[in-house]
């Protein structure tokens, strides 16, 4: 083989395994042919469904746990109980609030605002009387999260009191607040579940703020619990308030920061 072979040496395919294109590629006149990705993909998928095997148990509690004890390793379900048992201990020395603390406009900065430094804290302006409909519903929900959240602090307080001439219209309003910031806002339960509103449309909310982690397992309890409705609530819940969030950044800075 001549090595001065001109580089205009015609070629059909330069991939194809062909004795010609091994004799061009000695030469270098083509490039080696690169390699089959096909080995890199069936390891990546062996690896993937490998890690799937071993995280089979991420997100169960203990109950679901012990109900597998005749299907997996005792060792490796123990494992897994050790790791929920530290995590709820960890959500227990988080959990030091608990019930609605009532809050005056005097005590606002130092029980919202500063408190804010260290947790979530969503507050609730009901309205004057506190006696419209949607004020009483969200009372029932904020009381709900309360006992379960106990690591959001929850607060109520009359929106008239809070700010001076404040419409009932606007009742109830909602304000969260993290590191002395209202990270968001709600005015009315139309930004909500309407009439409807429940505990899973506020808690939607905050996960999709990061106040509640996915996959905490208070979450999936309280899924179990009532027969798996919640899941589909809370996910299209978390959809809305996104969309929600998303218009409340188009239409500007909020007159509440």
């Known amino acids: 083989m001549d090595m001065n072979m001109p580089v205009n040496v015609p070629v059909d395919d330069p991939n194809a395994d062909t004795e010609w294109n091994d004799i061009l590629r000695r030469h270098k006149i083509i490039p080696e042919k690169p390699p ?8 990546a998928l062996t690896q993937a469904r490998q890690l799937a095997h071993e995280n089979r148990l991420e ?6 746990l012990d109900e597998l004890e005749d299907d997996e390793d005792e060792a490796f379900l123990d494992s897994y109980r050790q790791k929920r048992m530290q995590e709820l201990k960890v959500l227990e020395r988080k959990s030091v609030y608990g019930r609605v603390f009532p809050v005056q406009k005097v005590e606002y900065s130092r029980e919202v605002t500063e408190e804010s430094s260290t947790a979530w804290v969503c507050v609730l302006l009901t309205s ?10 969200l009372v029932e929900v904020w009381r709900e999260l309360a006992a379960t959240w106990g690591d959001v602090k929850f607060c ?13 219209r606007n009742t109830p309003t909602v304000l969260m607040y993290k590191a002395g910031e209202i990270r968001r806002q709600i005015v009315t339960l139309k930004e909500l579940g309407g009439d409807g509103t429940n505990v899973g449309d506020v808690e939607a909310v905050l996960v999709g703020l990061g106040a509640i ?3 905490d397992p208070r979450l999936a309890k309280k899924e179990r619990d009532s027969g798996g409705d919640r899941k589909g609530k809370v996910g299209g819940s978390i959809r ?10 188009e239409d500007g800075d909020s007159d509440w920061e």
């Open 36 to 43: 089959s990705p096909t080995p890199l993909i069936e390891e």
């Open 240 to 249: 809305q308030s996104e969309r929600r969030k998303e218009a409340d950044d």
């Open 213 to 215: 982690k996915h996959g």
């Open 156 to 168: 109520q307080m009359r929106a008239d009191l809070c700010i001076e001439g404040y419409p009932d």
């Open 128 to 137: 004057s009387s506190g006696m419209n409909v949607e004020s009483q519903r």
């Open 59 to 64: 997100g169960k509690d203990l109950e679901e």
